[in-house]
């Protein structure tokens, strides 16, 4: 008998003016070049199942790539609470060190890294039991946290793992464990 797996590729969603502007985000949606690109990507992989972020610009990504699916609020962005909207030079220096420094910062009103991966942690081993090929469109900081819960790598990690816009990644659960698969630039 073959071993069950559960194969989960995981989309960031398109450009944003938040992104491009280097400001935290809030329900933006995706911008004029995001849209571009969208337009010239084909999606061409087999999934069971669609999983969305609640997020505007993530239902927006998997719209424009004609994927329907359940909205998943396990799925939703970093909260930066009273940051959002804010830019990097809004911070005090303190704040900004702290967030990219110490996991466990938590923005007012907002959720720390620490949080966030506790709660990508959860919904992953929700997820383990599928034993089918899922999709989900998500935000980078979601797959980052993906990828540091697969390598259990230190939460401190978590800055170091570069997601761009509109790329895939792929992690396996079998045998009791996630592996992360690939990292692709390009899923068309």
Request: proline content about 5%; overall charge negative.
């Amino acid at each position: 008998m073959a071993p069950t797996v559960t194969r989960l590729s995981l989309i960031s969603h398109a450009m944003t003016e938040a992104m491009r502007r280097a400001r935290f985000p809030s329900d933006e949606p995706v911008d004029s070049d995001g849209l571009r690109r969208l337009d010239e990507l084909t999606l061409a992989m087999s999934v069971d199942l669609v999983l969305i972020a609640p997020e505007r610009r993530t239902r927006q990504t998997a719209d424009a790539l004609g994927l329907h699916g359940s909205i998943v609020d396990g799925l939703a962005d970093l909260s930066y609470g009273d940051w959002t909207g804010a830019g990097l030079e809004d911070l005090a220096e303190r704040e900004m060190t702290g967030l990219l420094t110490d996991t466990s910062t938590t923005p007012p009103g907002g959720e720390s890294i620490d949080a966030l991966l506790t709660r990508v942690g959860h919904w992953m081993d929700r997820v383990s039991s599928e034993q089918r090929r899922v999709l989900a469109v998500t935000h980078p900081a979601v797959v980052r946290a993906v990828v540091v819960r697969t390598l259990d790598a230190p939460a401190e990690s978590f800055w170091r793992v570069d997601i761009p816009p509109l790329t895939t990644t792929s992690v396996n659960f079998r045998g009791g464990r996630w592996t992360l698969r690939s990292v692709a630039e390009k899923f068309a």
